[in-house]
């Protein structure tokens, strides 16, 4: 069955499948994420869903690295006494490596979330065939 008429208010009318969606069809697709309809709520939150799940990723992966240096220079003090080319190791790391890597943890999230978006774009134009 598909949606109910939005503009009428009737119950859902039959729709017989016989083969893949024309291009009217596909436009009505896109339509439906424009117009807010439930079927282009769903496209919408389905990317939505991935796209918070990928942030909280990136999140987790950086408070597990990152975010447990200065724990880790609180509980092992004698940390603080190794020095790498006569810098203090808590200097290098909270110093110089931090920004790399929170550069590469942008990176890489920008290329995944555009690389879901561009997913999403594919199976919108895939159901608009």
Same mark, same amino acid.
């Given at each position: 069955? @598909?949606?109910?008429?939005?503009?009428?208010?009737? &119950?859902? !009318?039959? $729709?017989?499948?016989?083969? &893949? &969606? @024309?291009?009217r069809?596909?436009?009505?697709?896109? #339509?439906?994420?424009? /117009?807010? !309809?439930?079927?282009?709520?769903?496209?919408?939150? #389905?990317?939505?869903r991935?796209? %918070?799940?990928?942030?909280?990723?990136v999140? !987790?992966?950086?408070?597990?690295?990152?975010?447990?240096?200065?724990? /880790?220079?609180?509980?092992?003090?004698?940390?603080?006494?190794?020095?790498? %080319?006569?810098?203090?190791?808590?200097?290098?790391?909270?110093?110089?490596? $931090?920004? &790399?890597?929170?550069? /590469?943890?942008?990176?890489?999230? $920008?290329?995944?979330?555009?690389?879901?978006?561009?997913?999403?774009?594919?199976?919108? #134009?895939? /159901?608009?065939?």
């Open positions: 069955m @598909s949606e109910p008429d939005q503009h009428s208010g009737g &119950p859902p !009318t039959r $729709v017989r499948v016989t083969g &893949p &969606p @024309s291009r069809q596909a436009a009505a697709r896109t #339509s439906d994420i424009d /117009a807010g !309809t439930r079927l282009g709520g769903v496209y919408m939150r #389905s990317l939505l991935e796209q %918070l799940r990928l942030a909280l990723g999140l !987790t992966v950086m408070a597990l690295t990152i975010g447990l240096l200065p724990l /880790a220079f609180y509980l092992a003090p004698e940390l603080s006494d190794v020095r790498l %080319l006569g810098v203090p190791l808590g200097w290098l790391l909270l110093g110089v490596v $931090v920004y &790399p890597a929170l550069v /590469a943890l942008g990176w890489g999230y $920008v290329r995944r979330a555009e690389r879901n978006e561009r997913d999403f774009a594919e199976i919108v #134009s895939e /159901a608009e065939r």
